[in-house]
């Protein structure tokens, strides 16, 4: 009896994954291109330690086919490693002022670089880890051109460039580039972000100072676009890619912060990411036990499983046996993000601890 209330419970489980599978998703925002809209556009670059490809990155960011543009790097001192590849890569840089105490180094350079360069029409955020194509810019500034957007964003692609755990890095993106598919579940990713510069007032910079998501510009320039009733857009042309070599103690302490700032913005993801990968996980273990030991038949519960694997490797464009096995582990290492994460106190990130609680 035991025996076919779990089998009942687990089907339907599986049910719901599926019909989850089958849920449309929402195109990228193509509706505001207007030929018309030319912004002068400030990229700001904040700057901290010498990344994977930095020079590459910055020569990139600089390159762009844009009318009226300018890049500025922002780093907290001259001494910083990141400051020889920039004068390299032949852009321009500021030191970073300390506006707010409780912000993170890149909120900080992010608000001294709008204070001092106010005659800019549109502001773009650049994380110093992206490399982007010459469109990238253009892209990422067409969508403001309606007032009903806020923001403009665009996900990343992380290339692996090292070995098992930069491919799970890759496979773990998924789910942000999942994210973005759903007006509802959409944010601001702050290594690719746009805005207009009307769009924060003295008071949202009073908000971003002094808030306790002033770690995160992420979730303050969300936070401040929803407050406003104003739109998100998403744009899948001219994504950047996040060169990547993580060993698994990198991409461990990466993952669980990205998952630790995800919680503090946005409490419900805790209980929501909780309840799906455990499904995820109870279908899938219960597909080898069920199969083995009750019925064959349950190998149908492995239909979800086949189904993220096809998303996977479309998604990834890469013709790699060991995706078929990160996904499989995925719900398990997501589980175990959530876990760790929401026990979090503080985060570090690129050498400075910050308080999340």
């Keep these: 009896m035991l025996l076919l209330a779990f089998e009942a419970f687990v089907s339907l489980v599986f049910l719901a994954l599926l019909a989850i599978d089958l849920l449309p998703q929402q195109r990228a925002s193509e509706d505001?291109?207007?030929?018309?809209?030319?912004?002068?556009?400030?990229?700001?670059?904040?700057?901290k330690?010498?990344?994977l490809t930095l020079k590459e990155n910055l020569v990139s960011i600089r390159s762009q086919d844009f009318g009226r543009y300018g890049v500025i790097a922002v780093v907290d001192s001259e001494d910083d490693d990141a400051v020889p590849v920039i004068r390299s890569a032949k852009v321009r840089y500021i030191v970073s002022r300390r506006v707010s105490k409780m912000a993170s180094g890149k909120v900080n350079?992010?608000?001294?670089?709008?204070?001092?360069?106010?005659?800019?029409?549109?502001?773009?955020i650049a994380d110093s880890d992206i490399t982007v194509g010459r469109m990238w810019l253009?892209?990422?500034?067409?969508?403001?051109?309606?007032m009903g957007t806020g923001l403009s964003t665009m996900f990343p692609v992380f290339e692996p460039k090292?070995?098992?755990?930069?491919?799970?890095?890759?496979?773990?993106?998924?789910?942000?580039?999942?994210?973005?598919?759903?007006?509802?579940?959409?944010?601001?990713?702050?290594?690719?972000m746009a805005f207009r510069k009307e769009?924060?007032?003295?008071?949202?910079?009073?908000?971003?100072?002094?808030?306790?998501?002033?770690?995160?510009?992420?979730?303050?320039?969300?936070?401040?676009?929803?407050?406003?009733?104003?739109?998100?857009a998403y744009t899948e042309a001219s994504r950047p890619k996040v060169n990547s070599d993580d060993g698994f103690a990198?991409?461990?302490?990466?993952?669980?912060?990205?998952?630790?700032?995800?919680?503090?913005?946005y409490g419900r993801n805790f209980y929501y990411g909780i309840a799906f990968y455990s499904a995820e996980a109870l279908v899938f273990l219960s597909g080898i036990s069920l199969s083995i030991y009750a019925?064959?038949?349950?190998?149908?519960?492995?239909?979800?499983?086949?189904?993220?694997e096809v998303k996977a490797y479309i998604r990834s464009g890469r013709k790699d046996p060991e995706i078929a096995a990160i996904v499989a582990m995925m719900p398990f290492l997501y589980l175990a993000n959530l876990f760790i994460a929401n026990g979090k106190r503080s985060i570090k990130w690129r050498g400075s601890t910050y308080r999340i609680r």
């Design 162 to 192: 090292a070995g098992f755990w930069s491919k799970v890095k890759h496979v773990w993106g998924f789910v942000g580039e999942g994210l973005m598919k759903r007006d509802s579940t959409r944010f601001g990713w702050g290594g690719s």
């Design 32 to 47: 505001q291109r207007k030929t018309g809209y030319n912004p002068r556009a400030l990229v700001i670059v904040p700057c």
């Design 199 to 232: 769009m924060v007032s003295v008071k949202d910079i009073g908000f971003i100072k002094n808030s306790r998501y002033s770690v995160s510009d992420d979730i303050c320039m969300t936070k401040i676009a929803r407050a406003k009733g104003l739109g998100i």
């Design 295 to 308: 019925n064959p038949v349950f190998m149908i519960l492995f239909l979800h499983l086949v189904q993220s």
């Design 109 to 124: 350079a992010m608000l001294t670089a709008m204070s001092r360069f106010r005659d800019f029409d549109v502001y773009a």
């Design 138 to 146: 253009k892209e990422l500034v067409l969508p403001l051109a309606s």
């Design 49 to 51: 330690g010498t990344d």
């Design 250 to 265: 990198a991409f461990a302490e990466w993952s669980t912060r990205q998952t630790a700032l995800s919680i503090l913005g």
